[in-house]
């Protein structure tokens, strides 16, 4: 019986559950994923996956700020390459810019962050959205999807970590959305990990090999004290790359 059930454990019943895995798999791809959420045209909210009860698993980014994705073995790439195909795929004109953050363009970004929140209380404006809701054409500012690779690179000093928490503390007013990447969720301060409640863990991933063209994978995505097995949609470098070279 071995991958047919799994145990867990609910932190706050107490209760152990044993969860019976669907053995008729479905296929899960993106655009329909879009379509069939009632906030398709909302641009905020994106698909990450479908739950063993059938159920899909979305994340606003209006109402959060950061995902943790732990991963030994690379799947997370084709995960992120997917969720940036997503805001592509989204028929909207508030589309969200793709920023790598290197180490050394930590003061860079930490110098945007605190222009974007001066020119919000120039305007008087509590965030992103309701300040480009008034604002001009000219001076519009565009929200980023910000990816975090390796984020134990960037929390090695005090300095460091004073920073990566001041940018999740603003993240939600200044319009950023971080997806952090880590090989060991325990290698991250207390202080950080704080701010990251959302995280999927790649390690035990499996290619489900539906169909020879679509590369379905599972995951355990946990929030706080909910720990699910997932089912998302990855997207290989080569075909990520074909489809940003049509647009």
Known sequence: VQNTFMIKKDLKTKFIIIEVNNNYDSIYDIKQALESLKEYHN??????????????????LQKEFSILLEDTNNYSIGFINAFILMSYLKNSKRKFKIKYLLKNDLDNIMQEANSIIKNLNEEGCQNIVEYNQKAEKTKYIQQKIVILNNIEEFIKTNDEIEKITFLFQVALKIGYFFIVLTKNKQLIPKLVDNYLTKTIYFKDSVNLNIASNIRLYEA????????ERITYTSIEDEEFENFKNRI
């Open 43 to 60: 641009d905020f909210v994106y698909p990450i996956g479908i739950t063993s009860m059938n159920e899909r698993k979305t994340i606003d």
């Open 220 to 227: 355990f995505y946990v929030d706080k004290d909910l720990i």
